[in-house]
């Protein structure tokens, strides 16, 4: 019997995304003990990935733009929203995960810098790219910043 493998998003580690690229969110399972709406589970892929067969996060690269390449994941969109709101992607380091959609929370730049082992001006922007084939093409961009919604929630706020 295979062994059930599952692990909080924000949890997710470099071996992790080398064992499985796709990650599906286990809502089905919100129930079960240790698991809730963070949880998710590998998602096995045997060709192009269509987006809107679930909530699922896809391994991607990042450039730096000192030009340093990190890992890490992104949300594909399951619709035309490709807004950094809604793909969401995060590095993941040796020592932790860096967000840069931040949502109503201020980001914890400090932190995030140090898991970097970089300073702001050797950071941003930073480029980014889905890292299987997508159905719809691959997801990329560009982070300019920490992004994170002001009082009004309309308002996307970037810092660095």
């Not at 080398?18 to 096995?44: C, H, I, K, M, N």
């Not at 192009?48 to 909530?55: A, C, I, R």
């Amino acid at each position: 019997m295979p062994t059930k493998i599952r692990r909080q998003v924000y949890e997710l580690t470099l071996d992790d995304l080398l064992t499985s690229p796709v990650w599906e969110f286990a809502l089905d399972e919100e129930g079960e003990p240790d698991q809730d709406e963070a949880t998710v589970r590998p998602y096995p892929v045997t060709s192009v990935l269509d987006p809107s067969v679930g909530m699922l996060i896809v391994a991607a690269r990042f450039w730096l733009a000192d030009g340093t390449r990190f890992a890490g994941y992104l949300t594909p969109p399951s619709s035309d929203d490709r807004s950094l709101g809604a793909i969401q992607p995060q590095i993941i380091t040796d020592s932790g995960q860096i967000s840069f959609w931040c949502g109503r929370c201020q980001p914890d730049k400090t932190r995030a810098y140090q898991l970097l082992g970089r300073e702001a001006a050797s950071v941003f922007p930073i480029r980014f790219e889905s890292g299987i084939p997508l159905i719809g093409g691959a997801v990329s961009g560009t982070l300019p910043g920490f992004l994170f919604l002001e009082s009004d929630f309309k308002t996307v706020r970037t810092v660095l």
